[in-house]
């Protein structure tokens, strides 16, 4: 097929969404099986991203699935949520301080990687502070537009930032750090799958409301915060089948993956180039902090490392999940994030937009 050729089914596709649909959920569901079938880790979520995200950047138009992603979050919330009790709920309260002075640490480099951004992406202050905040694309891009900033160049780092995270983070877990034991089925949980069904229903319309509140994340968040009541005072708690997990994962991988498009990154190239680096610089901060935090803490170097990566929290949940090393802690972790960012963001925007003013007069 020639280019020409190629480009007018890219355009005719434009126009059909549910082809687009099927034929996302065929490249996903292929990644899925090849991810699988070579043992990767969180097969069902990289495979599908890693295969749509390639087909997206070659020109295809795909689609995610409607809700999919939104969908996914609430059931994988739901199965760490109700694996919360009494005793859990306690060591985590236990570890707030801990989470305090981590993630004020994320904020400071996610701040400083900004300065980096700036010469590297030819970008102004405004766009590189929220390009490299450690919080939601959707927020920052909104954000940064109504200052004046670029909204296209801060979803592109922001892409990459997560992309990168989740390919790497998850990998470098499995193969460095400490596996905890599978974890075994909830004995208080029931498999009768109309309540599976009624906790996912309910998990949705809770994590619906949820977001009213403009909480970032509100999905996965709103899943675990209603599963958590459902384990700890143990009024319903079910055992979500594999086959739905699994389907879960795929609905969050090609949702990642289908945003990989190839306009976007080729006008901004060098943006996309500074993005790339300032992630894996930021990624290398959080493998060395985990370090720190696991020493102070005891928590394993595993569990320390998913729980300070910069952002993807529903990702980070997953592998601590798959690996049964404290999932519940990792997301934990992730809420006082997002918790810290949402309060202080438009601070620590206006402290750092002096600093940055006085650094560029005293370069002049």
């Excluded at 202050?125 to 939601?136: E, N, S």
Aim: charged share 10%; aromatic share 6%; glycine share 8%.
């Amino acid at each position: 097929m020639s280019v020409g050729q190629f480009d007018r089914v890219c355009t005719g596709l434009e126009g059909r969404p549910w082809t687009r649909l099927a034929l996302t959920l065929v490249i996903g569901a292929i990644g899925g099986f090849a991810a699988s079938s070579i043992n990767m880790p969180l097969a069902w979520m990289l495979g599908p991203f890693i295969a749509t995200a390639a087909v997206s950047l070659s020109g295809v138009p795909l689609r995610a699935i409607p809700h999919g992603r939104e969908l996914g979050q609430v059931i994988i919330g739901l199965s760490v949520g109700m694996r919360f009790t009494v005793s859990v709920l306690a060591a985590t309260f236990a570890l707030l301080p801990a989470m305090f002075l981590s993630i004020t640490a994320v904020m400071v480099v996610t701040t400083l990687a900004a300065f980096l951004l700036i010469p590297l992406a030819r970008v102004d202050r405004t766009t590189a502070f929220f390009a490299t905040a450690a919080a939601g694309m959707a927020d920052m891009a909104h954000i940064a537009e109504a200052r004046g900033g670029n909204p296209s160049a801060v979803a592109v780092v922001h892409a990459i930032r997560v992309a990168l995270v989740v390919l790497t983070v998850p990998l470098l877990v499995f193969a460095f750090g400490e596996h905890g034991t599978v974890t075994p089925p909830d004995s208080r949980a029931s498999h009768d799958l109309l309540l599976v069904a009624l906790a996912i229903a309910l998990g949705y319309g809770f994590s619906r409301l949820f977001g009213l509140t403009k909480f970032p994340n509100p999905w996965l968040i709103g899943g675990v915060l209603f599963g958590g009541v459902l384990g700890v005072t143990d009024l319903l708690v079910v055992s979500i089948p594999r086959i739905i997990l699994i389907v879960s994962q795929l609905a969050i991988g090609v949702s990642l993956g289908a945003k990989f498009e190839r306009e976007l990154i080729v006008k901004l190239p060098r943006v996309a180039m500074g993005a790339v680096i300032v992630s894996i610089i930021l990624i290398l901060a959080a493998a060395a902090g985990a370090l720190v935090l696991s020493q102070l803490t005891g928590l394993p170097y595993s569990v320390s490392l998913l729980s300070i990566a910069p952002a993807a929290v529903t990702e980070m949940t997953l592998t601590a999940q798959a690996m049964g090393v404290d999932p519940q802690i990792v997301t934990a972790f992730h809420v006082m994030r997002v918790s810290l960012v949402e309060v202080s963001i438009l601070v620590v925007y206006a402290l750092f937009r002096k600093i940055a003013g006085a650094t560029l007069k005293a370069e002049e």
